[in-house]
């Protein structure tokens, strides 16, 4: 396994990150004596999936940021930007939960509609700071070329994720038709508040934005582990040891995710569950699957030259 240099950790991201494992604490905790609920759901509920995905950002560009060999006080700055706005998200989220009101789509009141924009800013801005922190990646060589491949992937394929919560943002056509002070929904087809999966919330009756949003955002964690995974396994597994091999691999692996990505967009786009798939869909992910099978098998079997390609994808001997 090839070793990676000393990191700094961007402490604003990195506290941040540890007071979100505190709040998350504190919302597993409160669950069960708070039985108030809200869109359907135990009021904190939302602000411990919102701690939980903060805190897995929030640790991740601690680390990345520390990797930049150049432009560090632009990172430093575009870093901390998003920690500050990032806690603002969080203390509305927060305050709303203790006042046993909603969050999100919000415009009921002139107080309940600043509180919304405020989020709204915030969370462009993050978007931003970190498309800004996205863009230094690609001066950077994290490890070989795989680990490069799979940090950049996860970054582009995790800004994606994150610009699917604009679909959510506009009011739908029952709520422009009786306006109740929503504008917005999570669910396509059926309004907020239905069944879902446990903890997680996901609509098992209609179509959910969270789901495509979710799966996109967090890719800068899992292509990465997925990588490092291949590397465990190359301990027994001589073909990937080949760095060319784990390129491959890693190089179909983002294919494949984004791939998947644009069929759970389409899905709740098209108001169907994630659990009720239908025989367009499951054609779909069949034939997905199909090809990343043959491409893997490929990334294995393709005789490699003693060329590796480099963090720019190109050979070198």
Known sequence: MIALPPTT?????????????????????????????????????KPLKFAISVGIYAVTWSWLLGQLPRFRRLAWWAGTVSAVLLVVEMVIIVGAAAGGIRSHFNVSTPVNTVLWAIMAFSISAVWV???????????????????????????????????????????????LKDFQGIAGAHTVGVADGGPGLPLLGWSTVAGDLRIPHFVGMHALQAIPIALILLE???????????????????????ATYVAVLGVLTWQAERGQSIVRPDALTLVVVGALALLAAIAVAASLLVRTSSSTPTASGHAVA
């Open 9 to 45: 950790w961007h402490r604003p991201l990195l506290w941040l990150a540890i007071a979100m494992g505190a709040l998350a604490l504190f919302c597993v905790v409160a669950i069960p004596f708070d039985s108030r609920t809200s869109v359907g759901v135990e009021i904190w509920e």
């Open 129 to 175: 700071a970190t498309f800004v922190v996205s863009v230094l990646l690609f001066r950077a060589k994290i490890g070989d070329a795989a680990r490069t491949l799979a940090v950049r992937a996860g970054a582009v394929i995790a800004l994606a994720g994150m610009a699917l919560a604009f679909l959510m943002t506009g009011p739908t056509a029952a709520q």
């Open 232 to 254: 465990v396994l190359a301990r027994w597994v001589p073909r990937l040891q080949i760095g060319a091999v784990r390129y491959r691999l890693v190089a179909t692996l983002a």
